[in-house]
């Protein structure tokens, strides 16, 4: 059973297009995450939500916007996509603080979006 | 401020030579996590292990070993008889202990085993 799930898993784009990725956990975890990782692979967080309420929200355009309809899921939408959007996306979740293996956190398979 | 470097940016090494991934981190808490995640060519994350700030025993997993030393700031992995499945980009993490907090990730070691 895949614990954390993403798609689509490749997506190629023109720029000023708008696009969504979704993210689904399964492992029954509070948070959930999307961090960007650039083309040196640096990885950096965008977004946190704990149980669906937004924790973090760094410094990232607000053409960037996430979406959490419920535990279980984060959805990330861009609007106007740039060149400079083209990066791997990663969600990833964790379980709430105080239960076992409090702050690990689990990635999905990510999503490797080009914009042409 | 917290910080992770992780001062070797690529490593190349013979298959069954041991080989260490150095970390260093900074924080001022006194209650952190420390990680590190293995990306192989496949593009996935994959834990490998979470140290807690309290926990500075070192660890074992077969070929794994961790070395958590509170006192250089330092929590390096070591691979003993490396295999070239071990080949790829490795990430040591730090994560303070807040609900939703994010993990701040060192710039990764690009780890390459030959045979």
């Known amino acids: 059973d895949t614990a954390v799930s993403q798609t689509p898993k490749y997506l190629v784009t023109q720029m000023g297009n708008d696009k969504s990725i979704k993210c689904e956990q399964n492992?029954?975890?509070?948070?959930m995450y999307w961090y960007k990782q650039d083309s040196k692979k640096f990885l950096k967080i965008m977004f946190s939500?704990?149980?669906?309420?937004?924790?973090i929200n760094e410094t990232v355009p607000n053409r960037f916007s996430p979406k959490s309809p419920d535990k279980a899921h984060l959805n990330l939408h861009i609007n106007s996509l740039e060149l400079g959007d083209s990066a791997v996306y990663f969600c990833?979740?964790?379980?709430?603080?105080?239960?076992?293996?409090?702050?690990?956190?689990?990635f999905g398979p990510g999503t490797r979006l080009l914009v042409l | 401020a917290q910080k992770v470097t992780q001062a070797q940016t690529e490593i190349s090494v013979v298959e069954k030579e041991d080989v260490t991934l150095d970390c260093v981190y900074e924080?001022?808490?006194?209650?952190?996590?420390l990680f590190w995640y293995k990306q192989p060519p496949s593009g996935e994350l994959v834990f490998l292990i979470r140290?807690?700030?309290?926990?500075?025993q070192n660890e074992i997993s077969g070929r794994y070993s961790w070395n958590f030393q509170k006192s250089t700031s330092s929590f390096n992995f070591t691979i003993t008889a490396s295999q070239v499945v071990d080949s790829a980009v490795y990430f040591c993490?730090?994560?303070?202990?807040?609900?939703?907090?994010?993990?701040?990730f060192g710039k990764g070691t690009t780890l390459s085993v030959s045979s």
């Open positions: 990833a979740s964790s379980p709430a603080l105080g239960q076992g293996g409090q702050e690990t956190q689990y």
């Open positions: 492992l029954g975890h509070d948070t």
């Open positions: 939500y704990n149980n669906k309420e937004l924790i």
């Open positions: 924080t001022r808490d006194t209650t952190y996590y």
């Open positions: 140290r807690n700030s309290f926990d500075e």
């Open positions: 993490a730090l994560s303070l202990n807040q609900a939703g907090t994010a993990l701040i």
